[in-house]
């Protein structure tokens, strides 16, 4: 088996697909089923013994770092222009590369206004793994 | 009694259960909560007889499972009537138990689940952290396993390949929490190795063993990666060893070669060095050859590649290298034997791009720290 990371974006990625209004202009009942999508994706995966972790982040972030011996850490932001802001992720456990794709593709198609897929570009990222015993 | 010994009684109980009659998904379920029972309370209360605590337990909790689905007399009655054919003791109950868990109709990794939890009497739990996901992912995991072998008879020929093949992915896979893998693995081959009399469950437990030997010296305290080159050697398991080497002979002996026992040959010829330098490479090019027809893939391509160019120099190893497909680790294999050839610009550059395609963090640790050594050199 091996972990991937779905990285979601708030933005960065390639161009998007479709072009849509931002999820605050969707109706209530839009949103409603854009979110029940989302977790009846995440309870099919555990069904199927391929789900790890999901997480969802707020867009409201901040830089920090170390500022010298003694000093507090310097903090920047937030950026409203930031080229790339994540929004969340999941990490799925899978027996192939194939099968990640699978998965990534389909949630992608989370629905968006009138129920239309929000054709959304999802990040598939590998975890590295521990080192294999054999390799001689 | 500790808690190895406690585990060791579980594919007989569950073995005991479905030859009473209860289905093997079920019977599992009951043996695995009679095994949480007893982690909690035989510390503290330790049965006089723990073989048949857990039979009554489980099959108590296997009644009062099935109860809601027929009444106890029908199942009794049912089972009265129709017991299992064949030979009724636990050495078969056992292995049988192995066959099922890794039968052909399961993926790779529900497998290696459902034969820790039902024939390792590992719980989920434990399972789930030695591969890192959520408890009760991996429950779903070893649930789906079980309904995809549900239809398998229980008494059916197995295939004890599929079961080798699962033991080895234990031991050579996973991360290790709680519960040591590599450990269990060589247990679980032991048991395998024990039931059937058969080489090549002979040549993966000598092979096993011959790498568990290396433990010691394979990593930095803090998990830094040794090369076999540079490991130190006092620190091998010459116990370890010594048992590996007199399996596998035992086996080589019987004229049945498999790809098993091939790399424990090949495990040996370096437990047999006393130095790097010692190590003899023109055997060791013979048993990869000898692989290369047993099972002829480009892993085994890539690893006789390198043992050519300890063999007979780095362009030799470097002409065997063109045989070689794309495969992970072969950047990492060329970035060595140009290195060795003295191209030290280029092996610079092969070792950053291998640690870019690394899979695992480690060997990514290990080869950049190549290529930031070769960079130390050119720059003087």
Known sequence: MAKYLLLKHYRGGPAPVVDFDPIDRWTPAEIDAHVRYMNDFAAKLEAAGEWVDGQALSPEGTFVRYDGEGRPPVTDGPFAETKDLIAGWMVIDVETYERAVELAGELSAAPGPDGKPIYEWLELRPFLTAPPTVTE | ?380
Request: with cysteine; proline share 4%; hydrophobic share 45%.
């Open chain 2, 1 to 380: 009694m500790n808690e190895t010994l406690l585990r060791e009684l579980i594919p007989a109980v569950t073995g005991v259960l479905v030859r009473r009659g209860a289905d093997f998904a079920t019977a599992e379920d009951a043996v695995q909560e009679a095994l949480i029972r007893a982690l909690a309370t035989w510390p503290g209360n330790p049965p006089a007889d723990p073989k048949g605590w857990l039979i009554t337990v489980a099959w108590r909790k296997f009644l009062d499972t099935t109860r809601a689905e027929s009444s106890r007399y029908a199942r009794e009655a049912r089972v009265a009537a129709e017991p299992l054919p064949g030979p009724n003791d636990d050495t078969a109950d056992t292995l049988q138990l192995y066959f099922l868990c890794a039968h052909p109709s399961l993926t790779p990794a529900s497998a290696v689940a459902l034969t820790l939890r039902a024939v390792g009497g590992l719980t989920t739990r434990q399972i789930a952290e030695a591969y890192l996901v959520p408890e009760a992912t991996m429950a779903q995991r070893i649930s789906r396993a079980k309904r995809t072998v549900s239809g398998v008879r229980f008494d059916e020929p197995g295939d004890l390949a599929t079961v080798l093949r699962v033991l080895y992915l234990v031991f050579n896979e996973g991360y290790s929490g709680e519960v040591d893998l590599a450990d269990e693995a060589i247990r679980l081959t032991r048991q395998v190795t024990s039931m059937t009399d058969d080489e090549e469950a002979s040549g993966l437990l000598a092979l096993m063993l011959l790498h568990h030997a290396r433990r010691a010296a394979r990593t930095t305290p803090d998990g830094a990666l040794i090369p076999l080159a540079e490991q130190d050697r006092s620190r091998w398991d010459t116990g370890l060893i010594v048992e590996g080497v007199a399996i596998l002979q035992a086996s080589l002996a019987r004229d049945r070669l498999g790809e098993y026992q091939a790399q424990a040959a090949i495990a040996a010829l370096h437990a047999d060095a006393q130095t790097a330098d010692e190590t003899d490479w023109v055997q060791i090019v013979e048993w990869y050859d000898e692989l290369d027809r047993l099972i002829g893939n480009p892993v085994v391509r890539l690893n006789r590649a390198v043992a050519v160019g300890e063999a007979d120099g780095a362009q030799a190893g470097l002409a065997a290298l063109k045989r070689v497909g794309p495969v992970p680790r072969r950047t990492a294999v060329e970035a060595y034997l140009r290195e060795r050839a003295g191209d030290l610009t280029v092996a610079a550059r092969l070792y950053r791009d291998a640690a870019r395609a690394a899979t695992n963090l480690a060997e990514r640790d290990h080869l950049t720290r190549q290529a930031a050594r070769l960079h130390d050199v050119l720059r003087q």
